[in-house]
């Protein structure tokens, strides 16, 4: 099975369940946030950051 955690993103923490905090779980989704997703390209293939056209 280990491929199918070829493009897993995976998140460690230093604290066990019980010690879990909701300030843990804020801090462990601004890290997925900031990450680069390429979906198996290399960052050479990463599209260009687009800018949103907001149009009234």
């Known amino acids: 099975m280990l491929w ?5 993103e995976m998140y ?3 604290d066990y ?3 879990f905090t909701p300030y ?3 801090e ?3 890290w997925y946030a900031r990450r680069e997703r390429r979906f198996g390209g290399s ?3 990463a599209p ?9």
Do not use: G, I, N
């Not at 199918?4 to 897993?8: F, G, N, S």
């Open 12 to 14: 460690f923490l230093d």
């Open 17 to 19: 369940w019980p010690s």
């Open 43 to 45: 960052s050479a293939d």
């Open 48 to 56: 260009l950051p687009s800018k949103a056209v907001v149009r009234a």
């Open 24 to 26: 843990a779980l804020d």
């Open 4 to 8: 199918q955690l070829a493009y897993t």
């Open 28 to 30: 462990a989704l601004a």
